[in-house]
């Protein structure tokens, strides 16, 4: 076995029993203080159900009503003359708003068009490049009663165009 692969192993139970021992001497209850953090981890779940539903019915909309394939239709003369594939624009559009929708994608781009095609890898690529920004906006500022959220929603959008752009550039210069 090899050395990461030993860190790896133990790099979990190490912080834990760290944190145990360091409460422990510090004489906090850390049993209790675990139970109370489990319990309001409980209610922020149910907190947050209404936000995810509502996204995942959004995603759900816009991809069965076919609005996605028509947006694709219209900038396939245009990502064409820019060597783009058409095909990766769903996972570019998905990715913002669902992680489990574009890991879907993802799965689907690689096993149609393999893991070392250039989809594959520009897929693989962006997955990594990008956030689920509108399920950490919805899900986390709705759990803590955040309704401004304009200024953060822009700034996230950017930085999964950037990611994105990133994405496209690195992998056609590598592997092209």
């Known amino acids: 076995m090899g050395w990461i692969t030993t860190i790896s192993?133990?790099?979990?139970?190490?912080i834990i029993a760290f944190v145990l021992i360091s409460g422990t001497v510090k004489?906090?209850?850390?049993?209790?203080?675990f139970v109370e953090g489990?319990?309001?981890?409980v209610k922020m779940s149910f907190s947050i159900i209404p936000y995810l539903v509502g996204m995942l019915v959004a995603i759900t909309v816009f991809r069965a009503s076919g609005a996605?394939?028509?947006f694709i239709?219209?900038?396939?003369?245009?990502?064409?003359?820019?060597?783009?594939?058409?095909?990766?624009?769903?996972?570019?559009l998905?990715?913002?708003?669902s992680g489990t929708g574009a890991l879907g994608m993802t799965t689907d781009l690689i096993s149609t068009h393999g893991p070392d095609s250039f989809i594959g890898r520009l897929a693989s690529t962006m997955q990594g490049s990008t956030d689920t920004t509108f399920y950490v906006l919805t899900v986390y500022f709705g759990a803590v009663g955040i309704r401004k959220m304009g200024d953060a929603l822009k700034v996230g959008l950017l930085a999964d165009l950037i990611?994105?752009?990133?994405?496209i550039i690195i992998v056609t210069i590598i592997f092209m």
């Open 9 to 14: 192993i133990w790099i979990i139970p190490t």
């Open 27 to 33: 004489r906090v209850p850390t049993y209790e203080t």
């Open 38 to 41: 489990a319990k309001e981890g």
């Open 68 to 70: 996605m394939e028509y």
């Open 73 to 92: 239709s219209l900038l396939r003369p245009f990502l064409q003359m820019i060597g783009i594939p058409a095909d990766i624009v769903p996972l570019a």
């Open 94 to 97: 998905i990715r913002p708003l």
């Open 163 to 167: 990611g994105v752009i990133a994405s």
